[in-house]
């Protein structure tokens, strides 16, 4: 920071692909350091998303895109077994209504059988219907692809970025990079300079994970070759007693430029419907509109007729970091030790896990000396979700720890035990707690745990309520009472 | 006063339980002792009984139920001494998280662990919450600083710390009313008071010694159309809206604020309802009941804002009385009165509690009308009984006594509760 210290490795971007590679150089002895602008990690693209972990089906083999989805699927149901995050391998159904789309979707199911993904069928009408009774009588026939899974891409990406800290990497939060120091003329072989609002870091490589910003943080490198236009998507999350409407995740056939409007369950049961895809100007605009939801209604309904606008319970959008070579760019630049992750639209999510791989290569390329840890350990404790667990493993938590008897959450059913586990992986801020946990996700939006996070915030960090944020710098909740003179009413009442 | 006597042992079964101690908690609970039930159980998630009273500071209640104008904390102190007199069973800092449909209780507390018991009755006392953002879909950012009024008033009474600097509120529902004056008097700048509907939805006697007393303006028929801020909250663009209540945007302006605080109303807490899969009215969201506050599932009442949301905690405590009792008769398997007439919301009427009634026993009929009208008005129990009122607005919940007497000749009917203004009866 401060010092002299040289890092092996900065990673800009506490992202899917921030994350994932600060985990899989955390196998090596290298001093690694993750800088990341927000308040915590996976606040970025990495949280509004669809959270899908593709089937690897869809993706043209030529793409670096296509060629990662497949072994990054694998990489994350590795990662759930070793860190247990929410994930369900529900599968996914490509509908066709007509008999155009019937030929494109066979075409784009042997595609994936030329990938080597298993398992994919050509369904019928009445099979498809039989699978999924809420469909449209309108469809003609399906291709299923059982790879597919849902995934929490906040819970996933927070736990990532936690086992790399239990395995030495430094997750460094609210380090906004503002700037990398030009090359010394005299030395070109010296670490490159990176300076945030508050610090300075020195790191031989910097690797570029800044998601939305990633073509200003070349800028600073100097390297001028790719803008990145956000995309947004918009997503809609319905009403619960909607679960189970459809049971896998349901995608029309695509159009040559988007992957179109899926319905889909998520992890925790709710129904998702989205997203739109329309490019913005301004990288902050995460506004939802009437259009956008009228456009993907209107869109999931030709899917599954009986869908409305009345069941929405949430809504929000993301922005996808989408290069304007709608590939992703991936590897070294013309300065030297600064290497790119960037333009990682969808499905970059996916594909995180094997590009970190990927990236761990180029970096053993460029001269990063990898010399494997004894005692690296892939596993993590998995977090309990308390409310899905038998009464009896529940009383038996309970007698080991009064804390999982003291409800935080109601409306989710979330424990102190829970929410002291949150803060020690890392959480530190309303926000952080809550994608962690979902403690404040369900009806009453926090009315009941808001109180009650904010006082073991206050405890676990020894600060004051008022310093306790939602997310980070100037999200205060509460302020302190002033000794204001105290007005009284006209009539003295 | 040591008012968290935790009970030295659970008992396995109990006649009665009661979960929610607000003032329907206290009441059914002294109700149902009274009744003759002997074990009872009273159990609240908070460290102190007294549900939201703890946090209403202000004065105004108990004018019907002590005949003395107390606060809210000191309204609960009152009920909750009645409960000590009695023997009952009160557990704090407890959560109810699970009961199945033959009355097995799931418990939680960090003190008693996670049990289960039987109980012969359950009466839900479990209050409402209030309506979020999300339930208006306000557009804009999102930013720290948006509150509902019931939060806010939680962290300024119960907890010293103030939601802002400049606040802006939104809804005249009466939490939002009574917070206005509490925060002018801790210091805080309220902009104005925000309204939808072209009357306010609190009780008159709020928008006078809430806003009127402290030149706080109230804007009727206008709405939030906008919040701006990437952290906190920096402004928000407000706009009247017209007869269809659509915004006019092209007439809005903006305020600069730290603070928007909602106050849009509230909803019975369903949650146990729901997971005892109890017939819900759309119109309360809270359970249908008889006569007794029974629900569609024998040997389970409701009371309170969980049964539909009251004005006044005096009318909770009295309604409350009801259902504990009934569930005291219940438990020690008494006669149940027979509930042969059905009542229906009519003309202006928006919702009535209890859905049913008894030829064998008196009840109180409560409802709420959809428009205020503010003159002579009949009210209407089908063609069982009428009575004349000066006024009715939908602040305000209207009660009518119904004896037997009144109902004789009308078991198996279905009566309407008609709110009609008497010039109109009469043409
Ligand atoms: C609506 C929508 C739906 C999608 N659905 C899917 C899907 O279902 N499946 C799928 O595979 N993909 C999906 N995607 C794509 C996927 O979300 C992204 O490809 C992926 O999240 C990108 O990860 P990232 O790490 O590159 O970016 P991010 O998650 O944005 O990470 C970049 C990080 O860098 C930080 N940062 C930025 N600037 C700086 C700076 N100056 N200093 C320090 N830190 C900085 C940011 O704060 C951020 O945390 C979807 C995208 C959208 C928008």
Same mark, same amino acid.
């Given at each position: ?11 800009i ?6 994350a ?24 970025g ?58 030929v ?38 399906a291709v299923?692809?059982?790879t ?13 970025a ?26 070109p072989?010296a ?28 800028e600073?490198?100097g390297?001028?070759d790719?803008?990145?236009l ?7 999350l319905l ?10 995740i ?32 301004d ?5 939802t ?19 409305s ?9 993301g ?18 030790g ?12 996916t ?11 180029i ?28 009464t ?38 309303l ?34 309520i008022p ?21 009284t ?5 | 006063?040591p008012?968290?006597s ?9 006649d009665v339980t ?16 009274e ?8 159990v ?8 939201i ?17 107390v606060?809210?904390p ?17 557990l704090?800092?407890t ?38 953002r999300?339930?208006?879909?306000i ?16 962290m ?15 809804g005249?529902?009466? /939490? +939002? $009313? #009574?917070?206005?004056?509490? @925060? ?6 309220? !902009? ?5 509907? %072209? ?6 006697r ?5 806003l ?13 159309v ?8 920096e ?11 659509v ?14 605080l909602l106050s /849009? +109303? $509230? #909803?019975p807490d369903?949650? @146990? ?6 017939? !819900? ?5 809270? %359970?249908?009941?008889?006569s ?19 004005d006044l ?13 009934a569930?005291?008769?219940v438990?020690?398997g ?13 003309r ?19 409802f ?5 009208i503010y ?12 009575r004349?009122?000066?006024?009715v607005?939908?602040p ?9 007497k ?7 009917d ?14």
């Amino acid at each position: 920071m401060g010092d002299d210290r040289v890092w092996d490795v900065l990673i800009i971007g506490g992202g899917a692909v921030g994350a994932t590679l600060a985990r899989a150089l955390s196998r090596f002895h290298l001093d690694v350091a993750l800088l990341e602008w927000q308040a915590e990690v996976a606040f970025g693209v990495s949280k509004a998303n669809s959270g899908i972990v593709h089937s690897a089906m869809h993706a043209s083999p030529d793409t670096l895109k296509g060629k990662l989805e497949y072994p990054g699927n694998l990489g994350w149901r590795q990662l759930h077994d070793e860190l247990g995050f929410g994930l369900n391998n529900v599968g996914e159904v490509l509908v066709a209504l007509d008999d155009e789309q019937l030929v494109r979707i066979e075409e784009i199911r042997q595609q994936g059988i030329r990938k080597g993904i298993p398992g994919t069928q050509a369904w019928t009408a009445e099979r498809t219907l039989d699978a999924q009774p809420n469909l449209t009588r309108e469809v003609k026939g399906a291709v299923w692809a059982p790879t597919a899974c849902v995934f929490n891409p906040y819970e996933a990406v927070m736990l990532v970025a936690d086992a790399a800290r239990r395995n030495g990497v430094t997750i460094a939060e609210e380090q906004r990079v503002v700037g990398i120091d030009p090359p010394d003329a005299e030395d070109p072989d010296a670490p490159l300079t990176v300076r945030t609002e508050t610090d300075v870091w020195r790191g031989r490589f910097v690797v570029n994970a800044a998601g939305l910003f990633a073509d200003d943080i070349a800028e600073f490198a100097g390297v001028r070759d790719f803008k990145i236009l956000p995309r947004k998507g918009e997503e809609y999350l319905l009403d619960k007693r909607l679960s189970g409407i459809v049971t896998s995740i349901i995608f029309p056939c695509p159009s040559p430029i988007s992957k179109g409007t899926l319905v889909n369950p998520t992890v925790d049961g709710t129904i998702m419907v989205g997203p739109t895809a329309q490019t913005v100007d301004d990288k902050f605009d995460t506004s939802t509109t009437e259009e956008g939801a009228a456009q993907v209604f209107t869109n999931a309904r030709k899917l599954v007729p009986t869908i409305s606008e009345r069941d929405i319970i949430a809504e929000f959008a993301g922005l996808r970091p989408v290069s304007d070579t709608e590939d992703f760019i991936v590897g070294p630049t013309d300065r030297r030790g600064f290497i790119n992750a960037a333009g990682i639209q969808s499905p970059g999510l996916t594909g995180a896990p094997a590009l970190a791989d990927l990236l761990v290569d180029i970096l053993a390329d460029e001269g990063l000396e990898l010399d494997e840890k004894d005692h690296w350990d892939p596993t993590a404790p998995h977090p309990v979700k308390f409310n899905q667990l038998p009464t009896e493993e529940q009383q038996a938590l309970a007698r080991r720890d009064p804390r999982y008897a003291h409800l935080i959450c109601r409306c989710e059913i979330i424990t102190e035990a829970e929410v002291r586990d949150a803060m020690d992986r890392g959480a530190h801020t309303l926000d952080g707690l809550k994608f962690r946990t979902r403690v404040g996700m369900g009806r009453c939006q926090g009315g009941f745990c808001t109180w009650g996070c904010m006082q073991l915030l206050a405890e676990h960090q020894g600060i004051t309520i008022p310093e306790v944020t939602k997310r980070g710098t100037g999200t205060w909740i509460v302020c302190d009472r002033d000794d204001h003179p105290v007005t009284t009413a006209r009539n003295g009442g | 006063m040591p008012i968290t006597s935790q009970p030295r042992h659970l008992l396995s079964r109990y006649d009665v339980t009661v979960v929610g101690a607000g003032p329907a908690g206290l009441s059914a609970a002294v109700a149902a002792r009274e009744q003759g039930a002997e074990r009872i159980l009273m159990v609240d998630r908070d460290p102190e009984p007294g549900g939201i009273l703890l946090q209403c500071i202000h004065s105004g209640f108990g004018l019907h139920e002590f005949k003395q104008d107390v606060t809210g904390p000191e309204y609960a102190h009152l009920a909750l001494e009645r409960v000590i007199e009695q023997d009952v069973d009160v557990l704090t800092n407890t959560y109810v998280t699970d009961v199945t449909r033959d009355l097995r209780v799931k418990l939680m507390s960090p003190e008693a662990g996670i049990s289960t018991l039987d109980t012969g009755s359950l009466v839900i006392a479990t209050g409402a919450r209030e309506r979020t953002r999300a339930a208006i879909k306000i557009p804009g950012e999102r930013p720290a600083g948006v509150m509902t009024a019931g939060l806010a008033q939680k962290m300024v009474n119960l907890h010293g710390y103030l939601p802002g600097r400049r606040a802006v509120i939104l809804g005249s529902g009466d /939490i +939002g $009313l #009574i917070m206005a004056r509490r @925060l002018t008097l801790e210091g805080v700048q309220v !902009l104005g008071v925000f309204e939808l509907l %072209p009357f306010a939805s609190g009780l008159g006697r709020n928008v006078v010694q809430c806003l009127q007393d402290f030149d706080i303006p109230l804007h009727l028929s206008t709405t939030v159309v906008d919040i701006h801020g990437h952290q906190r909250v920096e402004r928000i663009a407000v706009a009247p809206v017209d007869d269809d209540l659509v915004p006019q945007l092209d007439k809005s302006w903006d305020i600069e604020c730290d603070t928007l605080l909602l106050s /849009i +109303g $509230l #909803i019975p807490d369903a949650e @146990l309802a729901r997971q005892l899969q109890l017939n !819900l009215d759309p119109r309360t969201g809270g %359970p249908v009941v008889t006569s007794t506050m029974e629900t569609s599932l024998p040997g389970v009442f409701a009371a309170g804002n969980n049964l539909h949301i009251n004005d006044l905690a005096d009318w909770v405590s009295q309604e409350a009385r009801a259902a504990g009792a009934a569930a005291g008769d219940v438990a020690l398997g008494r006669h149940r009165a027979r509930q042969d007439v059905t009542v229906t919301p009519g003309r202006n009427v928006a919702y009535v509690v209890p859905h049913t009634l008894s030829t064998e026993r008196s009840q109180t009929v409560s409802f709420r009308v959809k428009q205020p009208i503010y003159g002579d008005t009949m009210l209407h129990l089908g063609d069982a009984h009428k009575r004349k009122v000066r006024a009715v607005v939908p602040p305000e919940m209207v009660t009518m006594k119904v004896s037997p007497k009144l109902l004789d000749g009308f078991a198996g009917d279905t009566l309407r509760v008609d709110a009609i203004p008497v010039e109109e009866e009469e043409s």
